[in-house]
């Protein structure tokens, strides 16, 4: 508690020497804040001024609740006391607008963007990920990263989680491609850094021009020319069929195929600290007919034909996971999830949207004789999943 207090005791005096001692941003307001409201304005007024681009309603989204095999292994997320993820009902995806404002600035990798002369930051332009936007770093800041100027029109792809994680930059950075109609036509477009092979590999299937990327960091700090920036266009944890849809039309070899597949295939995750089945092998060792695949070291096209291939998928929880998509309709999906982390709903969400058929399981990835979890109980789950 004592810690707390002097938490909030050093942020209220941050925002108070922000204000009052420094020119520095420290406000937050919508985008319409910034449009021209005014009524009875004369024809002959200045063209330097922002406005809405595009504004796309976002749908309703219904999603088909996974089958788990050991449900009372899950452990629940909760904000505020309250279950953060739902597993039936209906949901809303947001609308997705494109704002354009001349002179204006936007630093980090969340992409906030400001206008200097009314030190107000633009709220619809980022987001942290636990905590509200007041308390980010960048509205605090006493003495900003250097500004490097912008000429001509700049696009931002930025988002929360796109520096390194392959679902965030999938799904809700190079998707923005669909929206963006000035694509060609502009100077730069920023991208969360860093330029890692898998980004470029994607990137390659668009139509972006990557000579004109720049791949930013938490202290980019750009002031630009021309700015065309979006909302977030994907709720956390919340794929629609429009982003589906998107992506799909991003990458025209990504063709549904109708052709029967019958390949086995386990994701493996043995490059990876993280969320890796350290008994993975020995498991694999009575099911030779499972194919072992590791998308980090295949291109585009050997992924795509691989997943086409695919009756049944399974894998640990992760960033490969989001290859999926790519899947046949009502393929099989075994998600073999941590018994030790929160659960997070993101890649049966993405199943059910591409009608895929999608299945839950608890492992102690750490200890395969875990009498509840471990090697036995998998080696029954994989053996029952494989037959249907």
Known sequence: MIIGLKNELLWFTKRVIVRFLTKNPFKIKPFNNFLQNKLGVPIDISENIPYVILNEPGLEIKYVPPYFYNEDRRIENYVDNQLRFRYNGLFKAPDRLIYHIQNAFIIGQIGLVYDQPTRTFIEESGKEWIKPLKKSVYLNMLTPPPIKHLDGLTISFLTNGAD??????????????????????????????????????????????????????????FKCTHLEFTNR????????????????????????????????????????????????????????????????????????????????????????????????????????????????????????????????????????????????????????????
Not at 233 to 251: C, F, G, P, Y
Not at 282 to 307: A, G, H, R
Not at 323 to 328: K, S, T
């Open 164 to 221: 390194g994680g392959f679902y965030h930059f999938l799904f809700e950075s190079i998707v923005k491609e669909s929206l963006f109609k000035d694509l060609q036509i502009a100077d730069h477009y920023l991208f969360n850094g860093p330029p890692t092979n898998w980004k470029l590999k994607w990137l390659d299937l668009t139509a972006i021009d990557q000579s004109k990327i720049i791949w930013v960091d938490n202290k980019s700090h």
């Open 233 to 388: 266009v994907v709720n956390d944890q919340q794929l629609s069929t429009w982003t589906i849809e998107a992506i799909k039309k991003l990458i025209p070899n990504q063709v549904a195929d109708t052709k029967k597949s019958n390949q086995i295939l386990w994701i493996s995750r043995k490059r990876s600290p993280l969320r890796n089945i350290i008994w993975e092998d020995q498991l694999l060792s009575l099911f030779p007919n499972i194919i072992k695949v590791d998308f980090e070291s295949m291109d585009i096209d050997s992924t795509i034909t691989m997943m086409r291939s695919a009756s049944h998928v399974i894998s640990p929880h992760g960033a490969a996971l989001s290859n999926i998509f790519l899947c046949n309709e009502h393929t099989k999906i075994l998600e073999l999830y941590p018994d030790n982390e929160g659960y997070k709903p993101c890649y049966a969400r993405l199943s059910s949207i591409c009608r895929l058929e999608h299945q839950i399981a608890f492992i102690n990835f750490s200890n395969e004789k875990d009498e509840n979890n471990g090697f036995d109980f998998l080696t029954k789950t994989v053996s029952n999943f494989i037959k249907n």
